[in-house]
């Protein structure tokens, strides 16, 4: 079955940085595009980026220039290399993918920044 596991969240000061990973399994992951979301306290969940399986890439204006995805195949893992962060980043950060039909999620990381 298809499973997403998300590490690499966590406390970090506003300007720093975190890289967020997302393991894959259960499914083709280099036929796949792999997505990141996240969730703040009382807001809605929203795209954060996106990589196709080609590698073209996608990010929300809100992190445009700060965050980067990335993917390695080899490893079946997708990436949120994430900079310059800002307390308004805060939030649950969830990886997915669409496969088959079928939306998947992951369990989430958590990403606090503050001083």
């Known amino acids: 079955q298809v499973q997403l596991v998300e590490s690499g969240g966590g406390l970090v000061q506003p300007g720093g940085s975190l890289r967020l990973s997302c393991v894959a399994s259960g499914f083709r992951f280099s036929d796949y595009s792999m997505s990141w979301y996240r969730q703040a306290p009382g807001k809605e969940r929203e795209l954060v980026a996106l990589i196709t399986n080609a590698g073209g890439t996608f990010h929300t204006d809100a992190v445009k220039g700060r965050f980067t995805i990335s993917r390695a195949n080899a490893k079946n893992t997708v990436y949120l290399q994430m900079s310059s962060l800002k307390p308004e980043d805060t939030a649950v950060y969830c990886c997915?993918?669409?496969?088959?039909?079928?939306?998947?999620w992951g369990q989430g990381t958590q990403v606090t920044v503050s001083p």
């Open positions: 997915y993918v669409r496969h088959m039909g079928t939306k998947y």
